[in-house]
Antibody, heavy 121, light 107 residues
């Protein structure tokens, strides 16, 4: 059973850079059939898709975050990562990594448990 | 970008009721519409995808329908385990958008 696990700092200072990693276990990230994504959840804005990537490196970003975000993949480590620059309190959220299911019409079929990130000095 | 609007934002139901949640898109969408269930402290779980295809292992009491700009999630014979928050999600081929959620509470 494929599983996803997010890791990263629970606290980041304003204006700094947030870095998160999603480790994939029980399966390979190097599947041509799947895409991998970061999604966050805040009480105010609900669920917000941030970015997605294919193991080949093909990526796409939410236009509202594109200027501050980088998503990357490391097939050798079976991981993908998120970098969010110049964070503010508005970036405080639970961050999830997820897999876009094959032939699911864009739905995410497997999610990590999420990691809470607070932006505060 | 497509905006997804769910209604109602919350609703109360008794065990055994049938409930319907609506998701409206700001512009016509194709079949890239999914529904998720989320319980407190847990990640969302996909219930239906491509509008009406039931995810493996999900109860047949959940069903989805719709086209164009209006889609619905129906829960028949609501059970205690169904009390949760439900989200719709659209995919247009490049980006993804979620509705703001509908909280189903016990009456």
């Amino acid at each position: 059973q494929l599983q996803l696990q997010e890791s990263g700092p629970g606290l980041v200072k304003p204006s700094e850079t947030l870095s998160l990693t999603c480790s994939v276990s029980g399966g390979s990230i190097s599947s041509s059939l799947h895409y991998w994504a970061w999604i966050r959840q805040t009480p105010g804005k609900g669920l917000e898709w941030i970015a997605r990537i294919h193991y080949t490196g093909s990526n796409y970003y939410n236009s509202s975050l594109k200027s501050r975000v980088t998503i990357s993949v490391d097939p050798s480590r079976n991981q993908f990562s998120l970098t969010l620059r110049s964070v503010t309190a508005a970036d405080t959220a639970i961050y999830y990594c997820a897999r876009r299911g094959h032939d699911y019409g864009g739905a995410f079929d497997i999610w990590g448990r999420g990691t809470m990130v607070a932006v505060s000095s | 970008d497509v905006q997804m609007t769910q209604s109602p934002s919350s609703l109360s139901a008794a065990v055994g009721d049938r409930v319907t949640i609506t998701c409206r898109a700001s512009q016509s969408v194709d079949s890239g519409l999914a529904w998720y269930q989320q319980k407190p402290g847990r990640a969302p779980k996909v219930l239906l995808y491509k509008v009406s295809i039931l995810e493996s292992g999900v109860s047949s009491r959940f069903s989805g329908s719709g086209s164009g700009t209006e889609f619905t999630l129906t829960i028949s014979n609501v059970q205690p385990d169904d009390f949760a928050t439900y989200y719709c999600q659209h995919y247009n081929g490049v980006s993804y958008a979620f509705g703001q959620g509908t909280k189903l509470e016990i009456k």
